[in-house]
């Protein structure tokens, strides 16, 4: 089965960008995912990138994708406190979504 | 509004109890999951449904039993809690007529403590 994995904190100041890293073992995905959960809420789907792009850009967040490296980064310009949650890759199988354990940001003022 | 809901928000129970989970969704999706979320946030899949039909079980306990009465509904029913439950169970649900690999879209959750 699939296996994706991510660090699990990141801590950074107010104005300055997030990098948020996923690595994953199946190949195989047509998109691969970036899900943001606020604290007491559900996942909600943040962005995702097409397997066959390298680069995705949707106003403050960039998505790279290197497919040769089945790593997956999400970068967030500009954090802001309101930025702060978990972030979770996922690369979809079959039937369920497989998720990385979730990197918690942290955004000081 | 369109959305993934599920009931009840919060569940204490005690050790040995049976308790149900009801989640429904709106959205027209035919393929339905429950995740349970632990005290470390890491989230797993539990069971999928397509089309009412279970797809995905994955290493689940007996105790936990998830019934789809139509397309729009998963419920979770769980026998003989132990402390062990204690998590936050999300359904989600998606729509695989546009492909296997759509987005899910998760309810609120709920969080269940055993005592």
């Known amino acids: 089965g699939e296996d994706v994995e991510q660090s699990l904190f990141l801590s950074v100041r107010e104005g300055d960008s997030s990098v948020i890293n996923c690595t994953y073992t199946?190949?195989?995905?047509?998109?691969l995912y970036w899900y943001k959960q606020e604290p007491g809420a559900g996942l909600q789907l943040l962005t995702y990138i097409f397997s066959n792009m390298d680069m995705k850009q949707d106003q403050r967040l960039t998505v790279l994708l290197n497919k040769k490296d089945k790593h997956l980064s999400l970068r967030i310009a500009d954090t802001q406190t309101g930025d702060s949650a978990i972030y979770f890759c996922?690369?979809?199988?079959?039937?369920?979504?497989?998720f990385g354990d979730g990197t918690t940001l942290t955004v000081k003022p | 509004d369109t959305a993934v809901s599920q009931t009840p928000k919060y569940l204490v129970t005690q050790m040995g109890n049976d308790k149900s989970i009801k989640c429904e969704q709106n959205l027209g999706h035919d393929t339905m999951y429950w995740y349970k979320q632990d005290s470390k946030k890491f989230l797993k899949i539990m069971f999928s449904y397509n089309n009412k039909e279970l797809i995905i079980n994955e290493t689940v306990p007996n105790r936990f039993s998830p019934k789809s009465p139509d397309k729009a509904h998963l419920n979770l029913h769980i026998n003989s809690l132990e402390l062990g439950d204690s998590a936050v169970y999300f359904c989600a649900s998606s729509d695989s007529t546009v492909g296997d690999n759509s987005p899910l879209h998760f309810g609120n959750g709920t969080r269940l403590t055993v005592t």
């Open positions: 996922a690369a979809p199988e079959v039937g369920k979504s497989t």
């Open positions: 199946d190949s195989s995905s047509t998109y």
